[in-house]
């Protein structure tokens, strides 16, 4: 029985029946009511576009579910996290209100709201309706040689065509009592992180009092991490020339990884890269069909670049999550039964990998990670002055000496 197939299935039905519960991620947080009043329980952190379409709120983890929309309350908010408010925005032309995620609240609000195309950031000075922050690179001919254009408050005479970004224009009214800030305008992307930061500036210059800024998102959340982490890689070997099978013998793996959040995807998707360094040595003997004894050797180093897509089923102090994702390895040194003449191929075919896994928070940047991971790859047999790839040895052999290696692998990290 194939054992690794069979295990790869526990692995897909264990994460789809997680995952349809993925939906009910309930935390604490509190409601503000359209009366000003305030609620405090346990909200639902859903996924992707979805907590700005409805709030679902329970008072305690047995309560039944409330479910608030756009128009029945002012805001929502999770403790030490996210935070919702009402507003209205334009979709396909009509007006519509909806949950927009709040970057900055004060004496300027910055509201982040990813459905719409090309606006997917608006800003609301006090007492000011909310404006939309359009990302659209627009391009101005002049009618003739010395045109007048305005930009940064100034005119400039052009001759040739400029491109101008309205985002960029609309900042430049909303902060025009601050020439210093004006002037940096020109370096603004069209990101969280720095329109963030350009606010805060503006508000540092003008503003005085301690309601200058009421909250600021977290950026740090979604921040990119690093990790070590080492385990034990339960090993099998088939042999497909001769359709044996080895037994399962173990390695002990040693890496790093680098995991970077998708927050613009989806705040629970991030992916990572990891190094992996491996060493196997196995040796077993087997009995042919006339009763002959003969021994099968292998030892390599191999250097593993997994590429993979993490989610994250549930958010908390324990958060687990699936993976899936495929190694590219390369085999640096190998022998075969002792001898100099044979090796395996430096280059490996297939390499797909799922994994599950639990990330256990010991401090706020420090996680503790145990992970679970099957995996698959083939490789070939060749002689040592073989330089061909993978598929022209399979084009060009009759009986290619190939072997598929299948991996259950269990791990311990700390990620940083």
């Known amino acids: ?40 329980g346990r909200i639902n952190n859903n996924i992707g576009n979805r907590n700005s379409r409805v709030c679902l709120f329970k008072e305690t983890k047995g309560s039944r579910v409330i479910k608030f929309y756009p128009d029945e309350i002012k805001a929502y908010r999770f403790i030490n996290d996210k935070y919702y408010a009402t507003k209205e925005v334009f979709i396909k032309g009509e007006s519509r209100k909806v949950f927009v995620d709040v970057l900055l609240e004060g004496k300027i609000n910055l509201y982040h709201y990813r459905k719409t195309e090309n606006m997917t950031y608006y800003i609301e000075k006090k007492d000011s309706d909310m404006t939309g922050l359009l990302y659209k690179e627009i391009t101005i001919t002049p009618k003739t040689p010395k045109s007048e254009i305005l930009k940064n408050n100034l005119i400039y005479y052009h001759e040739y065509d400029v491109h101008y970004e309205p985002y ?32 805060k500036e503006y508000l540092k210059e003008v503003c005085t009092g301690n309601d200058c800024i009421n909250y600021e998102r977290d950026l740090n959340m979604y921040r990119p991490t690093v990790g070590l982490f080492s385990g034990i890689r339960l090993n099998e070997i088939s042999f497909l020339a001769s359709n044996t099978q080895s037994n399962q013998f173990t390695s002990l ?3 790093i990884f680098f995991n970077f959040p998708i927050p613009l995807l989806n705040d629970r998707l991030s992916f990572q890269f990891e190094l992996i360094s491996n060493s196997i040595n196995y040796t077993q003997e087997f009995v042919d069909a006339q009763n002959f004894t003969y021994s099968k050797k292998i030892t390599s180093n191999t250097i593993g670049l997994p590429l993979l897509f993490k989610y994250k089923i549930a958010e908390g102090r324990v958060s687990p999550f699936v993976s899936v994702g495929k190694e590219i390895a390369f085999v640096y040194h190998s022998k075969i039964n002792e001898s100099k003449d044979t090796r395996l191929l430096p280059t490996q075919k297939g390499g797909w990998l799922g994994e599950i896994g639990v990330n256990y928070k010991l401090t706020p940047k420090l996680s503790l990670i145990s992970t679970i991971r099957f995996q698959s790859n083939r490789n070939l047999i060749v002689g040592n002055e073989e330089h061909a790839s993978y598929n022209s040895i399979l084009r060009k052999s009759k009986n290619p000496d190939e072997l598929k290696t299948k991996y259950s692998t269990f791990s311990l990290g700390l990620q940083f």
């Open 1 to 40: 029985m194939n054992h690794f197939l069979k295990a790869l299935f526990l692995v897909v039905i264990i994460s789809l029946s997680i995952g349809a519960k993925a939906q009910l991620n309930y935390r604490k947080g509190y409601v503000i009511t359209n009366s000003n009043d305030t609620l405090y």
């Open 168 to 199: 960029k224009h609309i900042l430049l009214s909303v902060f025009r009592d601050c020439e210093k800030i004006t002037n940096k305008i020109v370096e603004v992307d069209y990101s969280q992180k720095s329109l963030i930061k350009i606010t």
């Open 253 to 255: 793996p040693v890496g």
